[in-house]
Nanobody, 124 residues
Framework: DQVQESGGGSVQAGESLRLSCEDP????????LGWFRQVPGKEREGVAA???????KYAESLKGRFTISRDNAKHTLYLQMNSLKPEDTAMYYC???????????????????WGQGTQVTVSS
C-alpha cells in the first residue's frame, strides 16, 4: 500500500513539469492527499493538498504557479508546476492524510504513507 511518485527531472528556469503520484489505496477517492518537498539540510515543507471534494490549499508562496489535481479513476495525484525557478529544486513527495485534520499542506504532521520521492532540478 505504498504511494509512488514520478515525473521529476532536470529543466531550465521558466519551464514546466507535471509530477504524478499513484496511490493504490482502496478508498483513494476519500483521501486527502498532499505534495511536499525537501531540500537536503532543510525541513520538508508543504506544497499543496487536495481533499476528497477537490478543495485545494497551497503554500502561500506557490499560489499561481503550482496546481494540484487528482484522477480518482486512475488512483493518481498530480502536481502541475509552471514557471519553475531554481529555488523549486527539491525532492518532491506525495502523501496521504492519516490523522484527522484540515486537509492542508500546513498540517504535515497529519500525513503519512510517504513515497520515495521524485527529484526536481531547475537550473538558471
Amino acid at each position: 500500500d505504498q504511494v509512488q511518485e514520478s515525473g521529476g527531472g532536470s529543466v531550465q528556469a521558466g519551464e514546466s513539469l507535471r509530477l504524478s503520484c499513484e496511490d493504490p489505496g482502496y478508498a483513494f477517492s476519500s483521501y486527502c492527499l498532499g505534495w511536499f518537498r525537501q531540500v537536503p539540510g532543510k525541513e520538508r515543507e508543504g506544497v499543496a493538498a487536495i481533499d476528497h471534494d477537490v478543495t485545494t490549499k497551497y503554500a502561500e508562496s506557490l499560489k499561481g504557479r503550482f496546481t494540484i489535481s487528482r484522477d480518482n479513476a486512475k488512483h493518481t495525484l498530480y502536481l502541475q508546476m509552471n514557471s519553475l525557478k531554481p529555488e523549486d529544486t527539491a525532492m518532491y513527495y506525495c502523501a496521504r492524510q492519516r490523522k484527522p485534520a484540515t486537509c492542508s499542506p500546513d498540517f504535515q504532521w497529519s500525513f503519512g504513507y510517504w513515497g520515495q520521492g521524485t527529484q526536481v532540478t531547475v537550473s538558471s
